[in-house]
């Protein structure tokens, strides 16, 4: 059975999912960092959360909802993030290191 609470979460974290998919597109990483944040405090009252009232009839429709969303946005951050993140892989390893280690040889360099 899902609570009234548990549903204010999984819709608090559908909402603050759409703010991190605009920082996300705008590159805005120290905005998207503190919502990561405040998603996590939802996950752990989420945790906490015991249903102890029945909940409405639409219950199970505004959770799968508030899942869509939360799904749908989490794609669009990957999106959005994926080209960056390959980008700076690209900068800290050169590409003739990259997935090459170093051979050592057996004559000794001195």
Request: charged share 20%.
């Amino acid at each position: 059975m899902i609570s009234e609470e548990m549903l204010n979460i999984y819709e608090s974290v559908a909402s603050l999912s759409n703010e991190m998919r605009l920082s996300a597109q705008y590159y805005n990483l120290n905005r998207l960092s503190e919502l990561e944040l405040q998603c996590q405090s939802y996950v752990n009252q989420a945790s906490a959360c015991i249903a102890t009232e029945p909940a409405h009839a639409l219950a199970p429709q505004r959770k799968l909802a508030s899942l869509k969303i939360i799904m749908s946005n989490d794609r669009a951050i990957r999106n959005s993030l994926e080209p960056w993140r390959m980008k700076i892989d690209r900068l800290i390893v050169p590409q003739n290191n990259r997935f090459n280690p170093p051979h050592k040889s057996n004559s000794c360099p001195c």
